[in-house]
């Protein structure tokens, strides 16, 4: 009886998903633990995993809107001892009956190879002596024969590329557009910004910070950092202590309103933006009050890798209290971050370019960041903006502030 691949349950909230893309084809053979389709929610990315071994009949095209439980492909279970041995009997028999059938076998005959790769073998119609075994004494593997298929599937059939270049040349010059369905990441992403710009009076002000100290040791700690932490001393985990040193002296920002009332937050769950070719997630870093500089970065870095894995969780972007994210990866110079609902203010890095600067009534050439606060101003005001943006620069052209506490 064929067992069932069901949409998996990705949060409480959650019912309904996008089925993204299928990672195998009708027809292939799993195995338990395989990865066989990816569901985009209007939060995550989940990874739908085959249970069982078998082979897979997909229900559902890409591209369809799938429910939490609903069935979207099928496995059917294949009885491999049995099978191997129906193949083993034909092999005796037309050993004994017919030379030219002996020869068309070579390919099981003439190596060494388990019962699953010969199984594998036989289904595939290839011949055996093309696959390298890694086994004992060069046995070949089951696992061998899927590398082998997986290598040939990667290959491109140059006679078909080569007859139907021409036909897609012409429909691509031909094409005015093209029609996709947004995701529900990107659905989400949209009603969210259109939501916090017609719900949140949002107002942006500026400043701006002289890098030059905390570029200076990054510059002189970075080695020593990197060998006792095995993670690379960046700015955010500067820019996470100067935020949470900034809400401290600037409680007012530290909060949300709900309805009538003013929620004031008295922990530092801190929001980092971070762009996936999907979307914009916010993963949050929990406690980052309590968190060194070496658990900061660890931390990110967990966070960027399981974005580009698409494998972050609802968990990890539960949550926070102010967000900051980072335009100067991407050469943005200056811009208006917008507010992340129901957050009071986000923190928007920007490009750090050298500058000449007066210092001292004298012009110097200094590495200078562009800093913009994006704050609701039903709740925070121009005075606290300000502020706040003032300690962040302070906190980062005086890093000494963080080990005197003041």
């Given at each position: ?28 053979r ?27 009949k997909?229900?559902?095209?890409e591209g ?24 083993n ?22 190596t060494?190879?388990?019962?699953a790769?010969r ?32 290598c ?30 947004m ?20 107002l942006?002000t500026?400043?701006?910070v002289?890098?030059t100290?905390?570029?200076?040791i990054r ?5 020593r950092?990197?060998e006792?932490?095995g ?8 820019f996470?202590k100067a ?11 530290n909060?949300?309103i ?8 008295h922990y530092?769950?801190i929001?980092?933006?971070?762009s996936?070719p ?13 968190l ?14 399981k ?15 102010f967000?900051?994210?980072?335009g100067?990866?991407f ?20 490009a ?6 007066a ?14 606060l ?16 003032v300690?962040?620069?302070e ?6 502030i963080?080990?005197?506490?003041i």
């Amino acid at each position: 009886m064929p067992n069932e691949i069901k949409v998996p349950s990705v949060g409480e909230s959650v019912t309904t998903g996008l089925l993204g893309r299928w990672l195998i084809k009708d027809g292939d053979r799993v195995k338990p633990g395989d990865v066989v389709a990816e569901i985009e929610t209007d939060k995550v990315t989940a990874e739908v995993p085959a249970e069982t071994e078998g082979i897979i009949k997909t229900l559902v095209a890409e591209g369809t809107t799938v429910e939490v439980g609903q069935v979207i492909a099928t496995i059917e279970p294949i009885d491999i001892p049995s099978q191997i041995s129906s193949v083993n009997q034909g092999a005796r028999a037309d050993q004994g009956s017919a030379p030219a059938n002996h020869v068309e076998n070579d390919r099981l005959s003439n190596t060494k190879q388990s019962p699953a790769a010969r199984f594998l073998i036989e289904q595939h119609n290839i011949s055996a002596e093309t696959i390298k075994g890694t086994g004992k004494s060069g046995l070949i593997t089951k696992q061998d024969v899927i590398q082998h298929l997986e290598c040939q599937l990667q290959k491109p059939n140059l006679t078909t590329a080569q007859t139907t270049a021409e036909p897609q040349k012409e429909n691509v010059a031909q094409a005015r557009f093209t029609r996709k369905p947004m995701s529900p990441l990107r659905q989400r992403i949209a009603q969210r910004l259109t939501s916090a710009q017609h719900e949140a009076a949002i107002l942006t002000t500026f400043n701006e910070v002289d890098m030059t100290n905390v570029m200076a040791i990054r510059n002189k700690y970075q080695e020593r950092f990197t060998e006792k932490h095995g993670v690379k001393l960046g700015l955010m985990s500067f820019f996470v202590k100067a935020t949470v040193y900034a809400l401290q002296q600037v409680p007012e920002i530290n909060a949300q309103i709900d309805g009538t009332d003013i929620i004031q937050n008295h922990y530092y769950d801190i929001g980092i933006a971070i762009s996936t070719p999907k979307g914009l997630v916010v993963p949050v870093l929990r406690d980052a009050d309590k968190l060194s500089f070496a658990g900061i970065e660890k931390a990110v870095a967990e966070y960027a890798k399981k974005a580009r894995e698409g494998k972050i969780t609802l968990q990890d972007l539960e949550g926070g209290v102010f967000t900051i994210t980072n335009g100067g990866v991407f050469g943005s110079l200056l811009s208006t971050p917008i507010l992340n609902p129901p957050q009071s203010g986000i923190l928007g890095m920007h490009a750090i370019v050298e500058r000449p600067v007066a210092i001292n009534s004298r012009v110097e050439i200094r590495p200078m960041m562009y800093l913009a606060l994006s704050y609701d101003h039903r709740l925070v005001d121009g005075r606290e903006a300000v502020t706040f943006l003032v300690r962040i620069k302070e906190y980062i052209e005086q890093p000494a502030i963080a080990l005197l506490e003041i």
